[in-house]
């Protein structure tokens, strides 16, 4: 029998069908998703929550002529399907594939990117403003999680957009939970809003007998909702600006039809519309455990069951157990997370020494500011935060960290290449931006002991410090009891050469070995494991180049302003040639991680390749 989803190829599509068989439809979506993400891995939780949200706001709404914003962007699965992309949905987060988050150069229904959290409102608002000068008519909708709108950013887009009278529709899903668990005070007092129950009725009473009383009754109105703040659950909102509705059930499709019908039709501008959902909707799994499934492996559907490799572990786990081993023996050790405790490997840290973890919720910006506090008090705080992430708190490492000099460790997670998430997630320009701040320390392990060591020796450096390691499993070296101390601002000679000398950093350290190995016969290649991006061990490299006057840095970090930079700024002698192996100057897409790695040529083979060509190149 052909599905009801086969008949759509466009948004339009779903008013031609009967409206009963959108239920259908609904069901049958929710089957995609789980199918494919099954195969190829995904944001599973967040998107089978929003099937009837998303279905609605096509049904009622005219995209492309209308825009909507996805925030974060992954829950636009059910949005993909929609709009033409059925057919190419099996390739999804695949090389080549359709991305995981909205793109728009994949599509011109996905009118903004998103990767990144509480974006969607501000980007909203300046396609407003735009729709307005230009003298369109269209509508503009923002659909953001209750996690996202804790973050800083959603509330300056709330503020400037109640403060413009902004005609947009902002959504936000509450699915009482984010990526990882809800926290702050704004969470608490959206999940006071799902608990009046009959207190919300008795206020659409009181609101309506007020009402009557006209001029009186309205001023009594907003005195009371002034003073009664919780007894009104969109008076936060209403304060900014915005008028208030909700909150609705996110999973009644129809009802959902009819509101969105009505706000379509209201002139009151800005709106918010409050959506209850459940994360995990209609995969019992999910529902069970939303955070296992939020970013979920491949899985077996009927048992739920995910394929994960435990024989070696990976650069997380080693970095979970260092630093839990560190802090048994150091009390002022403090662990803070941005809303990703599962992710960066401290939800153990916090099952042990719950007084010293702190989840800030999504703010990275205030994660860090929070973290310099603790650490000019004699706390040794330490920061762990996606690549990625990171980058939205670059003024806060500069003003609040470096520029005092304060001991804040930073644990960057993902660094490099991640995957199938994308050009929004690949962790590729942390060396650059990290390198031109002053105080700065900033190290890259080649294995997983060496991480183990790095994190010990941080904490005697009495500076700002940033570790680096990838989204990956180790190399399978023994990690060796107890802690040495790594010789501060020191690189390791690996192997001496006499033709070309290889500077590796991080786990790319191995694979220059393993390229040296294969071109041996025919050059002698000597391997550097620089340890310390700044400060670089110009000492040590000024040493080699007496002897070898033909380099390559081979870095996972784009090229402008990473290692290869730093390499060429303390070498200045005109006669050392050096070979830059790193990422070009360009976003990198979706794919396999072992997929990007050969097509950007970072792979034992394609270096030793290019370091064929260069000698050849040197010798004609």
Do not use: W
């Not at 599509?13 to 009963?20: A, F, M, T």
């Not at 599973?44 to 995209?63: K, P, Q, R």
């Not at 949905?89 to 080549?96: A, D, G, M």
């Not at 800030?360 to 860090?368: D, R, S, T």
Request: glycine share 8%.
């Amino acid at each position: 029998m052909e599905r009801v989803l086969d008949k759509i190829d466009k948004p339009q599509d779903l008013r031609v069908i009967r409206k009963e068989l959108l239920l259908q439809l609904v069901k049958e979506i929710r089957e995609e998703i789980i199918s494919t993400v099954s195969k190829t891995g995904g944001h599973l939780a967040s998107n089978l929550g929003t099937v009837e949200l998303i279905v609605a706001l096509h049904y009622v709404f005219d995209m492309p002529k209308d825009k909507i914003i996805f925030d974060v962007g992954h829950q636009s699965y059910t949005h993909k399907l929609l709009t033409g992309r059925r057919e190419k949905f099996h390739t999804l987060r695949q090389f080549k594939g359709i991305s995981g988050f909205p793109n728009p150069e994949e599509s011109e229904y996905d009118v903004f990117a998103t990767g990144h959290s509480s974006t969607a409102i501000s980007a909203a608002v300046g396609f407003a403003v735009a729709r307005d000068l230009k003298k369109e008519d269209h509508k503009v909708i923002a659909v953001i999680g209750d996690g996202s709108i804790t973050s800083g950013l959603a509330f300056e887009g709330l503020n400037n957009a109640g403060y413009l009278k902004s005609n947009i529709l902002v959504i936000l899903n509450d699915n009482e939970m984010f990526i990882s668990h809800r926290v702050g005070a704004i969470a608490g007092y959206l999940a006071k809003i799902l608990t009046l129950g009959l207190v919300k009725e008795a206020e659409k009473r009181i609101d309506k007998f007020l009402r009557r009383l006209h001029f009186v009754g309205l001023y009594i109105l907003r005195i009371a909702k002034r003073f009664k703040l919780l007894f009104f659950p969109g008076m936060l909102f209403e304060e900014m600006g915005f008028s208030y509705v909700g909150p609705v059930d996110g999973h009644d499709l129809f009802g959902l039809i009819d509101i969105l019908t009505k706000v379509k039709k209201s002139t009151t501008a800005p709106l918010l519309l409050h959506v209850v959902t459940k994360k995990g909707k209609g995969y019992k799994p999910a529902e069970k455990d939303p955070t296992k499934f939020h970013g979920a492996l491949k899985f077996e559907i009927e048992s739920g069951e995910m394929a994960v490799d435990n024989s070696l572990p990976t650069y997380t786990d080693v970095f979970s157990r260092t630093l839990i081993e560190i802090a048994k023996t150091d009390d002022k050790v403090i662990a803070i997370t941005a809303a990703m405790s599962e992710g960066t490997g401290l939800s153990e840290f916090a099952k042990k020494f719950p007084d010293r973890f702190f989840d800030v919720g999504i703010a990275e910006q205030h994660a860090l500011t929070f973290a310099a506090g603790l650490a000019a008090n004699g706390f040794r705080p330490v920061v762990a935060i996606y690549s990625t992430f990171l980058q939205r708190g670059l003024d806060q490492l500069i003003h609040d960290i470096a520029l005092q000099k304060l001991p804040v460790l930073i644990a960057i997670d993902r660094a490099g290449i991640v995957g199938e998430d994308g050009s929004t997630h690949q962790g590729i320009f942390d060396i650059s931006y990290l390198r031109l701040i002053p105080n700065f320390v900033i190290m890259a392990p080649k294995d997983e002991n060496e991480l183990k060591d790095m994190l010990y020796t941080a904490f005697k450096i009495n500076q700002p410090v940033a570790i680096r390691f990838p989204r990956r499993k180790g190399i399978g070296v023994k990690i060796e009891p107890g802690f040495e101390l790594i010789p501060f601002g020191k690189s390791e000679v690996l192997k001496e050469g006499t033709d070309v000398c290889i500077i590796g950093v991080g786990d790319m350290v191995n694979l220059c070995l393993s390229a040296a190995s294969m071109i041996s016969e025919n050059l002698d290649c000597g391997v550097v494991n620089v340890r310390f991006i700044k400060p670089l061990d110009v000492e040590l490299l000024k040493e080699i180049t007496k002897k070898v006057k033909s380099l390559v840095v081979v870095e996972e970090n784009v090229a402008t302003g990473g290692l290869y930079s730093a390499v060429r700024e303390k070498i200045t002698d005109p006669e050392v040639r050096v070979l830059s192996i790193g990422l070009p100057d360009r976003f990198i897409e979706h794919g396999a991680q072992k997929v990007l790695h050969k097509k950007y040529g970072l792979t034992a083979e394609n270096i030793a390749e290019k370091i064929r060509e260069y000698a050849k190149n040197l010798c004609c």
